[in-house]
């Protein structure tokens, strides 16, 4: 398994433009997760899903769109960017049932908007 | 709202000693408190974690204890190496939510 991947590692936006972040899991969990990491704000969630089709609003959904059309995917959407959207995103992913409340997380994508 | 305070936010030990970092949280039905480590560059990862019906749970160097009349637990790693330098997450959680509050990290530095 590869576990929960994110693209792009890195990017630099210029305020206004949009971008659409990547993220994939491979472990067929039914959670998935957004957060970003501001240095020292430890993660704030922006959007989660419980299920393809089904999305819901975290700490910081301003700015930001999401859609789970599949199991697998769900991508982050950043519309008309702006600098306070510079930061660390991460997705992270967890299975449903059994107990097992562990997040697995990607490795990030670091957003810089000038 | 929900809130969960950690501290410190960096804290430096000598190799071999040991490191304690504590977290408070403010829902009353949080009942799940996982511990993450992130190192440069990398997400986080699940290190041990507790449910509210225990009281403490220990890894090799790892143990979690958790103090639910406080609304406490705390993080304790012993004879800490150098690849324990990284920064630690605390979060807390509730069942029936999918949600977790994380706190502010923590960033430990092992000297060697």
């Known amino acids: 398994n590869a576990g929960v991947t994110q693209t792009p590692k890195f990017r630099i936006l210029k305020i206004g433009q949009s971008m659409t972040l990547q993220c994939t899991q491979d472990?067929?969990?039914?959670?998935m997760y957004w957060y970003r990491q501001d240095p020292g704000m430890g993660l704030k969630l922006i959007y989660y899903s419980v299920g393809a089709g089904i999305t819901d609003k975290g700490e910081v959904p301003n700015g930001y769109n999401v859609s789970r059309s599949t199991t697998e995917d769900f991508p982050l959407r950043l519309e008309l960017a702006a600098p306070s959207q510079t930061s660390v995103y991460f997705c992270?992913?967890?299975?449903?049932?059994?107990?097992?409340?562990?997040?697995?997380f990607g490795p990030g994508t670091r957003l810089t908007v000038t | 709202g929900e809130n969960v305070e950690q501290h410190p936010s960096t804290l430096s030990v000598q190799e071999g000693d040991s490191a304690v970092i504590k977290c408070t949280y403010s829902d009353s039905a949080s009942n799940y408190f996982p511990w993450y480590k992130q190192e440069l560059g990398k997400g986080p990862q699940l290190i041990i974690d507790i449910r509210s019906n225990v009281g403490e749970k220990k890894d090799q160097r790892i143990a979690v204890t958790l103090n639910k009349t406080a609304k406490h637990f705390s993080l304790h790693i012993t004879e800490t190496q150098p690849e324990d330098s990284a920064v630690y997450f605390c979060a807390a959680g509730a069942s029936g939510t999918y949600k977790y509050i994380f706190g502010t990290g923590t960033r430990l530095k092992v000297l060697a």
């Open positions: 992270a992913s967890r299975l449903r049932q059994g107990g097992n409340y562990e997040q697995y």
């Open positions: 472990m067929n969990h039914n959670y």
